[in-house]
């Protein structure tokens, strides 16, 4: 037998899980503890569409795992139930994440994903977008019915896009005879509002709720709760389910942070061959995590930021390079940020992209020292004023893996 062989016969024999898609964020549980009061605030806005009247927009807000996605559709759920018991067809409910790379980063994806959801269909590409418009009003229109549109991170389309499409939307009820749309914006910056066109504030904060963050206490009952169905019995060490509530209480109460550390935490000691699941294996869950989420922020992030990372990467490769050779003594092995920006423009003029000015890559640098990427010391230089020296703050295994996102990313 070979050490696969082995690998596969323990997984099959020493299972601590029972049912692991509980502990998943694509899971929709029954019951959503601690949130009664929003999910009955949700209801009351949408309940006259079961009369078949419009309902307010109403935009929900809160930090990410505050519950928000899961209870509007929890509602969203419920009505469509509903429905079925009164033997109704005149409402729709459509759900569209905005944060998905294929949908969302241009209105006429938006409105594909939305013909598609109603059973049409249109090219990927090709048409004009007022043409997708123009059939997806054909195709709601066609009889009297509510349709309630649930676009999720609606901030990160407006990012890609503009606010025009929301304000597109919002106006669309004009042109309908028979059917009338009514939007559910759902984002986890509370600023969102702020910075968009006071036409479209008016018009999609209609109704506004926020979703509080969840306390360590709140997180724990999460926990208790999904842990009984995704657990074997006694798999748990005591204090596992207060660590990891209290590791996601200070990611400001973020209930998909804990239930992600839980599920990490039970499949590294799965691997190890154990036979219960102990606080070190949240901490090496935890750090498991923070390594996917720092990947994670460098995929998403825009052209210029990864241009930016892809110059301090390639200064910090040859720093290593003249180390490697013995060479370090011989010159000032530093990294400020004037050789960040030649680096940069370097790239950018082999990449033919836009250079931005030094201070927007200073404001960069910024962002990359409080994201923890980098470490930015303000030095001194007298009269010649001062300067920042840079470190890059990635691992090995990290540093390799990004590298791996920015070539793809930048076509390098």
């Known amino acids: 037998m070979d050490n696969v062989d082995k690998i596969f016969d323990s997984f099959s024999i020493n299972n601590l899980f029972n049912n692991k898609t509980v502990l998943q964020s694509n899971y929709s549980p029954d019951t959503i503890p601690h949130r009664n009061e929003q999910i009955e605030a949700v209801a009351s806005i949408l309940a006259p569409s079961l009369r078949g009247e419009r309902v307010s927009n109403l935009f929900v807000f809160g930090k990410t795992g505050s519950g928000k996605t899961l209870s509007v559709q929890h509602v969203g759920n419920k009505l469509k139930e509903k429905m079925k018991k009164m033997g109704q067809d005149n409402l729709r409910f459509l759900y569209i994440n905005c944060k998905l790379k294929k949908v969302a980063d241009t209105e006429y994806r938006i409105l594909a994903e939305l013909i598609n959801s109603l059973g049409g269909k249109v090219p990927a590409t090709g048409l004009p977008t007022d043409a997708v418009y123009s059939r997806f009003i054909e195709m709601i229109d066609n009889k009297k019915q509510v349709i309630i549109l649930v676009l999720d991170e609606i901030d990160q389309a407006v990012k890609k896009i503009s606010d025009n499409f929301i304000y597109t939307l919002t106006r669309i009820n004009s042109e309908l005879k028979n059917a009338q749309i009514s939007l559910v914006g759902i984002s986890n910056s509370l600023t969102f509002m702020e910075n968009i066109d006071p036409r479209v504030k008016s018009s999609l904060g209609e109704e506004e709720l926020v979703f509080p963050p969840y306390n360590a206490l709140q997180l724990q009952d999460i926990l208790r709760e999904r842990s009984e169905s995704a657990f074997k019995p006694g798999v748990l060490d005591d204090g596992v389910i207060a660590k990891c509530s209290a590791y996601a209480a200070r990611e400001h109460g ?159």
Do not use: W
Request: charged residues 40%; proline residues 1%; glycine residues 8%.
């Open 254 to 412: 973020d209930a998909r942070r804990a239930l992600d550390l839980l599920r990490v935490a039970g499949e590294l000691a799965e691997r190890e061959g154990g036979k219960k699941i102990s606080l070190k294996h949240i901490d090496s869950a935890n750090q498991k995590i923070e390594k996917d989420k720092m990947l994670d922020v460098i995929e998403s992030e825009p052209t210029q930021f990864q241009l930016v990372l892809n110059a301090i990467m390639n200064l910090d490769d040859k720093r290593e390079n003249r180390r490697k050779k013995g060479k370090e003594e011989m010159i000032d092995d530093r990294m400020f940020t004037g050789d960040v920006y030649n680096a940069y423009q370097e790239i950018c003029e082999k990449t033919k992209n836009e250079v931005l000015t030094q201070r927007r890559v200073g404001d960069i640098l910024g962002e990359f020292d409080m994201l923890g990427i980098i470490n930015a010391r303000v030095l001194s230089k007298g009269r010649h004023g001062r300067t920042r020296e840079i470190k890059l703050m990635l691992s090995p295994t990290i540093k390799e893996k990004a590298r791996e996102i920015l070539g793809k990313s930048l076509g390098l």
